[in-house]
């Protein structure tokens, strides 16, 4: 792996918010929309840096960057496929070397290619598993090793309350993100002696183009159990992440916590 973590300072000090503090760069990935854009734009209005990527171009992609411009920190959005190793390293380097280290990493990108499990194509459990839990264990290893070496950085990583309650027609989604708090829990013992954090964060049914794959009336009957009354939107997941990411958490490590207006109750 390049030796390529320091990036040079003055790329790193151009009047940022985060100029106050030391300079703080998050890596989202999914960050185009949804559930990745809100906190793209939660933590870029707290100050940090973003370097945000995605599976492909988009209007949306470039609308979000905008967006995270406009606050007045540096963007850096990048098409990068998480499932692809070689991306994700040339990606986090190519970040570093033109913004200087990454602080905090945020997994969100995910997908769902839901089915009765009998009628599930091999290519939909593949899909998933690949993208949500591959991929998402690629980016991990490429920045905390990062962090490792450097002695700090915080990681949030997107799962979901589907993991633990299950859902029918998603197997493969729960499977995945079931697979992603086991993962975040061994490495949040790996490296907690060494300062790094990682916890995770689990959504209920969140208003994005993702919900769309939920049949309304599921959805309606899925309504009728939140306490909350209301679906999650992508800013009270983005509330909880600024939050696990930043030093109000620095004792939180490992813990995996759900926002789903009471879902669980
Ligand atoms: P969206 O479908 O709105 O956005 C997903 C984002 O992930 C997009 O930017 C997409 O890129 C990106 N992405 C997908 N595959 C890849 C890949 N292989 N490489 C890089 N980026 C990729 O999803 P949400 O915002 O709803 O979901 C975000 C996260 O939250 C996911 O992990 C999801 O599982 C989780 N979640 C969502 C819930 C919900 O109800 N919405 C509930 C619980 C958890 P592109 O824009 O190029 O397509």
Redesign the pocket.
Same mark, same amino acid.
């Given at each position: 792996m390049s030796n390529d973590i320091a990036g040079p300072e003055s790329h790193a000090a151009h009047g940022t918010k985060g100029d106050q503090e030391s300079p703080r760069r998050v890596l989202v990935?999914?960050?185009?929309?949804?559930?990745?854009?809100?906190i793209a734009l939660k933590l870029a209005a707290e100050g940090y840096d973003v370097i945000?990527?995605?599976?492909?171009?988009?209007k949306?992609?470039r609308a979000t960057q905008e967006e995270v411009e406009n606050l007045g920190v540096h963007a850096l959005f990048t098409?990068? &496929?998480?499932? &692809?190793r070689d991306a994700v390293e040339e990606m986090v380097a190519h970040a570093e070397n033109e913004l200087g280290p990454i602080t905090a990493l945020v997994?969100?990108?995910?997908? %769902?290619r839901n089915g009765p499990m009998p009628l599930l194509a091999g290519q939909s459990w593949d899909d998933v598993i &690949? %993208?949500?839990l591959t991929? /998402?264990w690629n980016v991990c290893q490429t920045v905390l090793y990062r962090f490792l070496r450097r002695k700090s950085g915080t990681c949030v990583n997107?799962?979901?309350?589907?993991a633990l309650s299950g859902f029918v027609t998603m197997s493969n989604?729960a499977a995945?993100?079931a697979g992603i708090i086991g993962m975040s829990k061994s490495l949040a013992r790996e490296v907690a002696g060494h300062g790094v954090r990682v916890n995770v964060?689990? !959504?209920?049914? %969140?208003? %994005?183009? /993702? /919900?769309e794959d939920?049949p309304v009336p599921m959805r309606e009957k899925m309504l009728e159990r939140i306490p909350l009354k209301r679906?999650?939107r !992508?800013e009270d997941?983005a509330e909880l992440v600024s939050y696990l990411v930043s030093d109000r958490a620095a004792y939180i490590t490992g813990q995996v916590i759900r926002v789903d207006g009471g879902a669980a109750l």
């Amino acid at each position: 792996m390049s030796n390529d973590i320091a990036g040079p300072e003055s790329h790193a000090a151009h009047g940022t918010k985060g100029d106050q503090e030391s300079p703080r760069r998050v890596l989202v990935t999914g960050a185009a929309r949804g559930i990745g854009r809100s906190i793209a734009l939660k933590l870029a209005a707290e100050g940090y840096d973003v370097i945000g990527c995605y599976r492909s171009e988009s209007k949306e992609a470039r609308a979000t960057q905008e967006e995270v411009e406009n606050l007045g920190v540096h963007a850096l959005f990048t098409e990068c &496929d998480v499932r &692809d190793r070689d991306a994700v390293e040339e990606m986090v380097a190519h970040a570093e070397n033109e913004l200087g280290p990454i602080t905090a990493l945020v997994n969100n990108a995910g997908i %769902t290619r839901n089915g009765p499990m009998p009628l599930l194509a091999g290519q939909s459990w593949d899909d998933v598993i &690949d %993208t949500n839990l591959t991929g /998402m264990w690629n980016v991990c290893q490429t920045v905390l090793y990062r962090f490792l070496r450097r002695k700090s950085g915080t990681c949030v990583n997107i799962s979901s309350i589907v993991a633990l309650s299950g859902f029918v027609t998603m197997s493969n989604y729960a499977a995945s993100k079931a697979g992603i708090i086991g993962m975040s829990k061994s490495l949040a013992r790996e490296v907690a002696g060494h300062g790094v954090r990682v916890n995770v964060v689990a !959504p209920g049914i %969140t208003e %994005t183009q /993702m /919900m769309e794959d939920i049949p309304v009336p599921m959805r309606e009957k899925m309504l009728e159990r939140i306490p909350l009354k209301r679906f999650g939107r !992508p800013e009270d997941v983005a509330e909880l992440v600024s939050y696990l990411v930043s030093d109000r958490a620095a004792y939180i490590t490992g813990q995996v916590i759900r926002v789903d207006g009471g879902a669980a109750l």
